[in-house]
């Protein structure tokens, strides 16, 4: 089983569409959770920390359930310019006192006027 | 400022040349990242120092070689490449390496084309 799994997508959405993006990890030892986005040949960028609690940004939500190992983007009234590749990102220890991150292999999200 | 620069942005090298990679930071952060990105696949750690110490090594071949001068600057030197080792080349960073809330802020890339 892959450590982190995603949607494979791709997804085509109209302007205004409301889109959910589902991620899982396999290992209950992971500590912390992220959503980054990469736009074509650029480089990641966070979009948010996961918390456990849920946590909300404007128009995107992110969900975390630690039980399940399931981890949620929400983007509510997406825009031309949400399109992008969307990465859950999970880290893990990694020996001695270091973190890794662990990325999934992303969905790509395109947005249509 | 949440900036990671890269240097050079687009790199062409033959198989017998010796290369280098630049990244710099100054967000006062202690823990810097080299990953390596294939097209349509996500990034693949390949280096992480900590406090300008080498922590993570995931089984890089050695033709490539990491330093880092201080702990503002990493380095990747580039030796004998083969051509399957094109990617994109990110460099990241964040406030301390031991902390695993803290968030990675990635560079912009560099570009390797390996003839």
């Known amino acids: 089983r892959k450590e982190v799994e995603q949607d494979p997508g791709p997804f085509n959405v109209p302007e205004g569409a409301t889109v959910a993006f589902n991620c899982t990890y396999s290992?209950?030892?992971?500590?912390?959770f992220f959503w980054y986005r990469q736009d074509c040949r650029k480089e990641p960028k966070l979009l948010m920390s996961v918390y456990s609690s849920g946590n909300e940004d404007g128009r995107f939500t992110a969900q975390l359930n630690r039980a399940s190992q399931y981890i949620s983007l929400l983007i509510r009234d997406s825009k031309l310019s949400d399109s992008a590749t969307y990465l859950c990102v999970v880290r893990l220890p990694s020996g001695g006192s270091n973190y890794k991150l662990t990325f999934g292999k992303g969905t790509l999200l395109t947005v249509n006027p | 400022d949440t900036e990671v620069t890269q240097t050079p942005k687009h790199l062409v090298m033959g198989m017998t040349n010796k290369k280098s990679l630049k990244c710099e930071q100054h967000m006062g952060h202690r823990a810097m990242y080299w990953y390596k990105q294939k097209a349509k696949k996500p990034p693949e750690l390949m280096f992480v120092y900590s406090y300008e110490k080498l922590s993570i090594n995931e089984s890089v071949p050695s033709r490539f070689s990491p330093e880092c001068p201080n702990s503002s600057l990493l380095n990747l030197h580039l030796h004998a490449l083969q051509p399957e080792d094109s990617a994109l080349y990110l460099c990241?960073?964040?406030?301390?390496?031991?902390?695993?809330?803290?968030?990675?802020?990635f560079g912009p890339g560099t570009r390797l084309t390996v003839l």
């Open positions: 990241a960073s964040s406030q301390d390496g031991t902390i695993s809330y803290n968030e990675q802020f």
């Open positions: 290992n209950s030892a992971s500590q912390s």
